[in-house]
């Protein structure tokens, strides 16, 4: 599903926010990417959804290898990818369902399509009865929740999550990890980006520790037996 063979990325600072990466994230996998600020989590998912390109290496997306994704590609190549943030960028001045609705419309969705599917993405986090509301009127979670639904609403094949809990108290944390496991459990690719250890080594999934941009462990998922 994704691959990283040899990847670096320097920005024109002089950091080096990856250095040589290679992995492999298989499709329906679920998986968290840890480690301490500025190992290169964010810029790891950035690269996938194309918003940064590598200095050297290869990645593959479903078998595509984004180096020849030309720029008028790029929107079409993020119709398959959630994306969903700390700051959940919502637009103030617009209501829950319209913050939903914008990636549809933007794709180019037929009215119908847009009302349905932003209407069941909101179902699926539990927010539908909140769909007129401002974003301001709602609590972090369940402002989180509706950047949630505004990933899913395209129904990606991949979900890429930075820091999605880390506004957020450790109940609420577990309620969007939750989420995110009923995503994987219907064949959906789940990356996260996290350092909330407390939470994902209770998880049973695969934890890639990055360190300095490197790939410090790859550690197997949990099982029961």
Avoid: C, W
Avoid at 50 to 62: A, D, V, Y
């Amino acid at each position: 599903m994704i691959q990283f063979h040899n990847v670096y990325k320097s920005y024109p600072s002089g950091h080096d926010a990856l250095d040589g990466v290679s992995f492999r994230l298989s499709k329906g996998e679920m998986a968290f990417l840890t480690g301490h600020s500025g190992a290169g989590k964010s810029t790891f998912l950035k690269l996938i959804s194309l918003i940064e390109r590598p200095s050297k290496g290869q990645i593959l997306f479903e078998n595509v290898n984004l180096k020849s994704v030309s720029k008028r590609k790029i929107a079409y190549h993020r119709r398959k990818i959630g994306m969903i943030f700390q700051n959940n960028l919502l637009l103030d001045n617009r209501s829950v369902f319209d913050n939903v609705a914008l990636p549809l419309e933007v794709s180019g969705y037929r009215t119908i399509e847009v009302k349905k599917r932003a209407q069941a993405a909101l179902d699926k986090v539990g927010l539908l009865h909140y769909r007129r509301k401002l974003p301001s009127e709602l609590s972090s979670g369940e402002q989180q929740r509706v950047g949630i639904a505004r990933a899913i609403s395209t129904k990606p094949n991949v979900i890429l999550a930075d820091e999605p809990t880390g506004n957020l108290d450790p109940e609420l944390s577990s309620s969007i990890m939750h989420l995110f496991e009923q995503f994987n459990q219907v064949g959906v690719t789940v990356l996260i980006a996290s350092h909330d250890l407390n939470l994902i080594n209770t998880m049973p999934y695969r934890k890639v520790v990055l360190d300095q941009g490197r790939i410090a462990s790859n550690q197997a998922p949990l099982t029961n037996e």
